[in-house]
Nanobody
Framework: QVQLVESGGGLVQPGGSLRLSCAAS????????MAWYRQAPGKQRELVAS???????DYSDSVKGRFVISRDNDRNTVYLEMSSLKPEDTAVYYC????????WGQGTRVTVSS
């Protein structure tokens, strides 16, 4: 059973940066495309960034040019570098496989506010 643990969230001012981490255990991490998702209050969970096992990246239009997804297969960890943060980036951020098939972790909360 795969377990996912997200960390790195917090309160940041508009224009600031944060780095999120997601540690995975219990599966063959390197074989799976991974993704970061977020869920803002009152909204559905949305996919914001994905990365294949080989490192090919894709982003939603809302974060393209501001967020960078990366992975370390040796550490079974996926990262999300977020910069130029906006209030509309406020959400709970989750990682999962690209298809969202694993049990969801607790997420990490990001609040962008002055």
């Amino acid at each position: 059973q795969v377990q996912l643990v997200e960390s790195g969230g917090g309160l940041v001012q508009p224009g600031g940066s944060l780095r999120l981490s997601c540690a995975a255990s219990g599966g063959i991490f390197s074989l799976h495309a991974m993704a970061w998702y977020r869920q803002a209050p009152g909204k559905q969970r949305e996919l914001v960034a994905s990365i294949t096992g080989g490192g090919a990246r894709d982003y939603s239009d809302s974060v393209k040019g501001r967020f960078v997804i990366s992975r370390d297969n040796d550490r079974n960890t996926v990262y999300l570098e977020m910069s130029s943060l906006k209030p509309e980036d406020t959400a709970v951020y989750y990682c999962n496989s690209r298809r969202g098939t694993w049990p969801w972790g607790q997420g990490t909360r990001v609040t962008v506010s002055s």
